[in-house]
């Protein structure tokens, strides 16, 4: 097998021959306008911008489009591909939604360890006083990238149970555009790339890039305002996608109210993503013209008499939350959906008022986005404002509420058994609870004029997104891992795992809370002893390392049980969900026959239900 | 040993329960003031600011206690046993109760959302007996008053309305004593603001609280309240020093 027959390994040849082919680009205009030939910063953007084309051109996202133009034919090849190893099929283009919600999937959990890892380096730093290794320079780009390329895992590792699920669960043959699909895909690898590049240069506004600092400092920041937007474009066509698979290919007798619940939460998050992207790029955008370009969006220019014809930098801080707000519900609104998804599987009882958390999902859409100005109430801008943002950011907490009671109401009564995937889920809930709870002593403005960026955010956001993303995301690893190898998980490990990584989370959170409250002020390299906090970011970096070595635990479960793993069975859960009546792992073409919908998804205990049936070759 | 009873909708249940709620409340309660100190104590505004955080604590515990003791309760009672292949109990939902933890979160929202207005009007609200103008800057302070004084150090009297007026002359920072409470940002090319009345003599550190570049950690400066007397000999010392025509004040 030739190297170059791997997607991946054209993909990069791609992306070095694009990257030089835009420098040069870059430099030969330059040489024509008479401008002085070689700026790097110029050169680095222009050169970036062809690298992420070169890339998506090498590795074979184009083509078939291309092909679309001269007329010709391109069928859909199933299966691995007949004249290599059947792994390769996962390093290069490939249409089967499994296969590109795997690829999601590991790219994701990728990320999240290397964002661990940045995140490990600057706990390290901050386990006392003074500057110890890290340099403020290195510290601040550490900190910006940490928060950047966790972002970045997590709406991978949504594409992730979006794309492997949704299609499964709904009994779907694959995506509505499986071509799309693999683009929205493999427009993240290059982006990812060129994220890590930037590390190369530095940058250190933290991941809201806030003009006009992030006006003024290195290249890295071109890299990242790219890299951004480009996987904003993946979230896009990624969501779309989903919606219209999910409206126009369900089974006969799945009303939207019969739909796994999962799908519901995807579905909340896809109208998200799908309306609110928009916004950060443009913003990214308008950054990316203002340095190259010199276009006066967001910094401030005087006239001789001092009065402002330049920009405005709080239009920044609008364009940026009208999509970061939302966005923190695209990362935990699948979560909680997954949660919703395994209690009743686990309790063996229907998920309490299916309905009711259905619609929470979409109102905490809705309502998310009218909130982003909590993000600015120390920002100067008018008064009124933090008051109206203030009431409607406290309008979150109702629809859930909803979900965390119809949580307590599935598990009253059950037969609950506490397998890991429950334990996770179990954990998930502990944990939102805290990052939930402290959301609502940051709405009311007050409280936030002192709570504001201090490490009481830190500790709220931190809960909030491993309750909503990281419990449920590794609940979710673990209860359909079967469905994917066909083989089980080590119970041990993974109850090592959960018992390790939960209590330490706890800790963690509850430690950087008081840390805020005490002063201590987020995204600083070093701070004062005289605030009292050193034990407290002594306990928080201690927490920090079990939990990363819990994870670790967690991988080497997924690689040796894939080899010598007991044998799963078609369904070790005993679950009323489509994709767990096919066979383990699930096959090429997931259902034989297409299936229709009987009765109703959760109805556990109710003796002689039936959710859905396979139809026969005659019927339809 | 109580007997615990069979069915899940039975009242005792409930009693045990709402019992253990209010016991973990109070517990909870008093244990997260123990750990999340705040540090906002000496002026006027921090006041509405500490009233109004010990508030939400006290919400909180008690949402804590409910949902982790019903959760924690129905893992032990609920978990199934040796032996035991049964599935739950088949129960799909409840209007009444759906209804019910919706409205009364939204009666919550009411209450807070009015108590946060009075507890903001309090807190961004002072006179202007003294004017301070603060002009932060990649990575420092500098304090102007009206008279024309200008110093690296603010130094304020103790008692007395203060408003400060914020700006900056290159990136966005933010004015932060933490022990005043509030803090508000600076922005380049805006004019912002904040009140302080401080109520305790004494030294304090001002710090930025926006990452605004390579040293904002560092971005500090030395804010002394002290008593009447005090500052007047202090403002006296410094137009001589810097040899200003005294204008007002
Ligand atoms: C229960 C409802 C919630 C409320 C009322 C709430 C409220 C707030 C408020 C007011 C802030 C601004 C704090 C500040 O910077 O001073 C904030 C920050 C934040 N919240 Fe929440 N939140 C809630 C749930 C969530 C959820 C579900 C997430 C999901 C991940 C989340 C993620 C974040 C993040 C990432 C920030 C910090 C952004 C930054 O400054 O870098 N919050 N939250
Ligand atoms: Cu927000
Ligand atoms: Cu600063």
Redesign the pocket.
């Known amino acids: 097998m030739r190297l170059t027959s791997l997607g991946l390994v054209r993909g990069l040849i791609g992306y070095a021959v694009g990257l030089l082919l835009g420098m040069a680009v870059v430099v030969v205009s330059r040489l024509l306008m008479g401008m002085s030939v070689w700026e790097a910063e110029a050169a680095w953007v222009g050169g970036v911008f062809f690298a992420v084309i070169g890339f998506l051109g090498g590795v074979g996202a184009l083509s078939d489009w291309l092909k679309w133009t001269r007329g010709a034919e391109t069928p859909l090849l199933h299966g691995p591909p007949a004249d290599k190893p059947a792994w390769t099929r996962y390093f290069g283009v490939d249409y089967n939604h499994k296969v590109i919600g795997i690829q999601y999937g590991v790219t994701g959990l990728f990320l999240l360890l290397i964002g661990g890892s940045l995140a490990l380096v600057f706990r390290a730093e901050l386990a006392d006083s003074g500057i110890s290794f890290l340099q403020p320079g290195t510290y601040n780009t550490f900190l910006s990238m940490h928060a950047w390329v966790a972002l970045a895992a997590i709406l991978l590792g949504v594409g992730g149970m979006a794309n492997y699920l949704v299609p499964l669960m709904i009994g779907a043959a694959d995506m509505a555009f499986p071509r799309l699909n693999a683009f929205a895909y493999w427009i993240n690898v290059p982006a990812i790339l060129t994220l890590l590049l930037s590390m190369l240069f530095g940058w250190d506004s933290g991941?809201?890039a806030y003009p006009p600092l992030s006006l003024r400092g290195p290249v890295g920041y071109q890299l990242v305002f790219l890299s951004i937007f480009s996987i904003g474009l993946s979230s896009i066509l990624g969501s779309l996608n989903i919606i219209v698979t999910m409206l126009m290919m369900r089974p006969k007798g799945m009303s939207l109210f019969r739909m796994p619940i999962f799908c519901w939460a995807i579905l909340a998050t896809s109208l998200i993503q799908l309306t609110a992207t928009q916004l950060i790029g443009q913003a990214f955008l308008m950054l990316s013209f203002e340095r190259t370009l010199g276009m006066p969006f967001f910094n401030p220019l005087y006239n001789a008499a001092g009065e402002n014809i330049g920009g405005q930098p709080l239009l920044f801080q609008h364009l940026f939350w009208f999509y970061s707000h939302p966005a923190?519900?695209v990362?935990?609104l699948p979560g909680l959906g997954i949660i919703s998804e395994l209690l009743p599987v686990f309790s063996r009882k229907p998920l309490f008022g299916y309905r009711w958390v259905a619609l929470s999902s979409l109102a905490i859409a809705l309502v998310g986005f009218l909130v982003w100005g909590?993000?600015m109430?120390t920002s100067g801008y008018g008064e009124y404002l933090r008051v109206v943002f203030m009431i409607s950011?406290?309008l979150?907490?109702v629809p859930?509420g909803v979900k965390f009671f119809s949580w307590l109401g599935t598990l009253w009564g059950g037969r609950l058994t506490f397998p890991t995937p429950m334990l996770f889920t179990l954990g998930a809930i502990s944990v939102f609870l805290i990052?939930?709870l402290s959301?609502?002593i940051?709405?009311t403005t007050a409280t936030?004029l002192f709570?504001?960026?201090t490490y009481f955010?830190v500790g709220?956001?931190h809960a909030?997104?491993f309750g909503?993303f990281v419990f449920p995301f590794f609940a979710a690893i673990y209860y359909w891992y079967p469905k994917i190898t066909g083989r089980m998980y080590d119970e041990t490990m993974g109850k090592l795992h959960f018992w390790l990584m939960t209590p330490g989370f706890w800790l963690m959170s509850l430690a950087q809370m008081t840390a805020g409250t005490m002063g201590m002020r987020r995204r600083i390299a070093d701070y004062d002893p005289a605030l009292g906090v050193e034990n407290v970011h002594l306990l928080v970096t201690i927490a920090g390392f079990v939990i990363a070595f819990s994870i670790l635990i967690m991988i080497y479960n997924l690689f040796t049980s894939a080899e010598i793993g007991a044998t799963a069975g078609n369904n070790p859960w005993r679950s009323r969900s489509p994709e767990w009546q096919i066979p383990s792992p699930a096959p090429e073409h997931s259902y034989a026959r297409p299936i229709a919908v009987v009765g109703e998804p959760y109805d556990y205990g109710l003796a002689g239900s039936k959710y859905i049936a396979s139809m026969g070759a005659g019927d339809d | 040993m109580l007997k615990l009873p069979q069915s899940s909708t039975d009242r005792k249940h409930f009693v045990i329960v709402g019992a253990l709620v209010l016991v973990v409340t109070v517990l909870l309660g008093f244990a997260l003031l123990a750990i999340l100190p705040v540090k906002a104590q000496s002026s006027v505004q921090a006041e509405p600011i500490r009233w109004l955080f010990q508030l939400h604590i006290w919400l909180i515990a008690f949402l804590f206690a409910l949902v982790s003791v019903f959760m924690f309760y129905a893992l032990f009672v609920f978990r199934r046993r040796k032996h035991d292949t049964s599935e739950g109990e088949h129960f799909e939902g409840n209007t009444v109760l759906e209804i019910l933890w919706t409205v009364v979160p939204l009666v919550l929202v009411v209450i807070f959302s009015f108590i946060g207005l009075q507890t903001l009007q309090q807190t961004t609200s002072g006179g202007d007996d003294i004017r301070v103008e603060a002009v932060g800057f990649q990575w420092a302070w500098t304090f102007n008053y009206p008279n024309g004084v200008t110093s690296a150090e603010m130094v304020l009297p103790v008692n007395k309305p203060a408003l400060i007026s914020l700006t900056s002359t290159d990136v966005i920072h933010s004015f932060w004593v933490a022990e005043w409470g509030p803090k508000q940002d600076l922005v380049p090319g805006m004019r912002t603001q904040l009140h302080v009345t401080p109520t305790e003599v004494g030294e304090y550190k001002l710090n930025c609280a926006e990452l605004c570049g390579l040293t904002h950690w560092n971005m500090v400066a030395t804010v002394r309240v002290v008593p009447e007397a005090e500052y007047t000999a202090w403002m006296e010392q410094k137009i001589a020093e810097q040899n200003i025509e005294v204008v007002s004040r």
């Open positions: 991941w809201t923190v519900y990362f935990v909590h993000h109430f950011t406290l979150v907490a859930t990052g939930g959301g609502p940051l709405a936030d709570l504001h960026d955010v709220h956001f909030t997104i909503g």
